[in-house]
């Protein structure tokens, strides 16, 4: 089993900055995909940022491109969503998951580990 845990979110102005982070503890060399995902009330929850652990270039979801940066910190088992110039629609629920090989999609149906989520609400 994995467990993830966040923190990070809050409240924030349009144009502000945030930095979530998702510490995983447990079976973790058994994950190859990590990422972000979010879900504002009465919609589905959507990827937002995520990564390969092998490699390769993150995917990023087109309304957050050039504003948000996913990273992770292997020694500390720490995933990052780094978030610039939020806005109002950026507000929802973040969660953290991951998942074992095979993996890599955006859909959040194909994640098996989540987090509990952190709150992130942008006020313009």
């Known amino acids: 089993q994995v467990q993830l845990v966040e923190s990070g979110g809050g409240s924030v102005q349009a144009g502000g900055s945030l930095r979530l982070s998702c510490a995983a503890s447990?079976?973790?060399?058994?994950?190859?995909?990590v990422g972000w995902f979010r879900q504002a009330p009465g919609k589905e929850r959507e990827g937002v940022a995520l990564?390969?652990?092998?490699?390769?270039?993150?995917y990023y979801a087109e309304s957050v491109k050039g504003r948000f940066t996913i990273s992770r910190d292997n020694a500390k088992n720490t995933l990052y969503l780094q978030m610039n110039s939020l806005k109002p629609e950026d507000t929802a629920m973040y969660y953290c998951?991951?998942?074992?090989?095979?993996?890599?999609?955006?859909?959040?149906?194909?994640?098996?580990?989540w987090g509990q989520g952190t709150q992130v609400a942008v006020s313009s």
């Open positions: 998951a991951a998942d074992s090989p095979p993996c890599g999609t955006s859909n959040w149906r194909d994640y098996n580990y």
């Open positions: 990564i390969y652990i092998g490699g390769g270039r993150p």
């Open positions: 447990g079976y973790t060399a058994t994950i190859s995909c």
